[in-house]
């Protein structure tokens, strides 16, 4: 097993261009969870799905945008970047369950920055 | 919101001394997850506690749920340079897991 996968590891973005981040899983984990992390903070939740095809707003949303139209696989979308979007994304997946919560799997991280 | 508060924020320690972190939150939490991450690397989970007072070890390290579910801890145990990184406590929020701001821990040899 792979586990969590993101790709690209890192990309530098003009203010103002677009990008897609991918993250895929391949533990048929219902759960999925996009975070950033600035240098010497925790982890800020961007966005999240509770399953295919749908999708949550989480922490700080704005700016971004997200998809989930496979089981295994989560997008993150900048529209039109900017300086403050600088940071390194983590994607995650977890099981659900109705009685007990479960822990989350991490992928390696894409490392953006954008000027 | 529901926010979780970690102290210290760093903690620099010669190695073989010990080190503790502590996790604590407004309200009663259902569970407490911790978590690693080595420096460059990502988050990496250790262990959830669930219940009121629960203790559970891992070799050197010692996690504790407190009685009221509202504060946690972790301690190690003559640490070595293996365990530099930062550990996150973290709690779910339905279905949303909130972390801790992490406290960041460095040992010298």
């Known amino acids: 097993n792979a586990g969590v996968t993101q790709t690209p590891k890192f990309r530098v973005l003009k203010t103002g261009q677009s990008m897609t981040l991918l993250c895929a899983q391949d533990?048929?984990?219902?759960?999925m969870y996009w975070y950033r992390q600035d240098p010497g903070m925790g982890l800020r939740l961007i966005h999240y799905?509770?399953?295919?095809?749908?999708?949550a707003k989480g922490e700080v949303p704005d700016g971004y945008n997200v998809s989930r139209l496979k089981k295994q696989n989560f997008l993150l979308g900048l529209e039109s970047a900017a300086p403050s979007q600088t940071s390194v994304y983590f994607c995650?997946?977890?099981?659900?369950?109705?009685?007990?919560?479960?822990?989350?799997?991490f992928g390696p991280g894409t490392r953006l920055t954008v000027t | 919101g529901q926010q979780v508060m970690q102290i210290p924020q760093y903690q620099h320690v010669q190695e073989g001394e010990d080190f503790t972190t502590y996790c604590n939150s407004s309200?009663?939490?259902?569970?407490i997850q911790w978590y690693k991450q080595r420096p460059g690397g990502h988050p990496v989970f250790l262990i959830q506690l669930v219940k009121s007072g629960e203790v559970k070890k891992q070799k050197r390290l010692t996690f504790q749920f407190g009685e009221a579910k509202k504060n946690s801890s972790l301690h190690i145990t003559a640490t070595q340079t293996t365990d530099v990184g930062t550990y996150f406590c973290?709690?779910?929020?339905?279905?949303?897991?909130?972390f801790g701001t992490g406290t960041r821990l460095q040992v010298f040899p």
């Open positions: 309200t009663t939490l259902s569970n």
């Open positions: 973290a709690a779910y929020n339905t279905d949303k897991l909130i």
């Open positions: 995650a997946s977890s099981y659900w369950g109705r009685v007990r919560s479960y822990e989350q799997y």
């Open positions: 533990m048929n984990h219902e759960y």
């Open positions: 799905s509770v399953g295919e095809g749908t999708t």
